[in-house]
T-cell receptor, first 114, second 113 residues
């Protein structure tokens, strides 16, 4: 059964700094998803990574996928306060599936301080 | 366009009562998922509907939980004889078959007293 582990679980950053959140998963998967959740809000889809070597960028966030290492990273560049949120990675339960439920990591709570 | 909607946004109930939670998926999305988010357990999958196929109920924690999806659109999650451990935020998501990107609704916060 797929297990998804994120680290760190808590991250306090200063504005302007860079950092990386790591997402390891336990079994072969060809895709990986990143979500953002603000306090009291629902999950917002950030990135869908569909193949080995996939890299996607949106503003100060960049996500990548290495299926051989079973690792995805979410890199934050020059953090700003608006990025404060909890970030989840998730993998599909079924390898190669175009549908089906996702298994989520525990989330990384990011706090960006001035 | 309209996103996934859920109702009610908050529900407070007494232990032993039944509750119904509703989800309206994005129009045209054939897949519909229910997840539960609680402090101790993170995000847990509950049930998944795809088109007219039999639902995947493998995540339902007990037989007090059931869900249906009428006409391939609206879904209702029912919890019978609620217990305090059922307190959580219940999230609905919908998606298209393809890259399995799932779009989440705002959730229903259930509190069982």
């Amino acid at each position: 059964e797929l297990k998804v582990e994120q680290n760190p679980l808590f991250l306090s950053m200063q504005e302007g700094k860079n950092y990386t959140i790591y997402c390891n998963y336990s079994t072969t998967s060809d895709r990986l998803y990143w979500y953002r959740q603000d306090p009291g809000k629902s999950l917002e889809s950030l990135f869908v990574l569909l193949s080995n070597g996939a890299v996607k960028q949106e503003g100060r966030l960049m996500a990548s996928l290495d299926t051989k290492a079973r690792l995805s990273t979410l890199h934050i560049t020059a953090a700003v306060h608006d990025l404060s949120a909890t970030y989840f990675c998730a993998g599909p339960l079924n390898y190669g599936g175009s549908q089906g439920n996702l298994i989520f990591g525990k989330g990384t709570k990011l706090s960006v301080k001035p | 366009g309209a996103g996934v909607s859920q109702s009610p946004s908050n529900k407070v109930t007494e232990k032993g009562k039944d509750v119904e939670l509703r989800c309206d998926p994005i129009s045209g999305h054939t897949a519909l998922y229910w997840y539960r988010q609680s402090l101790g357990q993170g995000l847990e999958f509950l049930i998944y509907f795809q088109g007219n196929s039999a639902p995947d109920k493998s995540g339902l924690p007990s037989d007090r939980f059931s869900a249906e999806r009428t006409g391939g659109s609206v879904s209702t999650l029912t919890i019978q004889r609620t217990q305090q451990e059922d307190s959580a935020v219940y999230l609905c998501a919908s998606g298209k078959v393809g890259n399995n990107e799932q779009f989440f609704g705002p959730g229903t916060r259930l509190t069982v007293l």
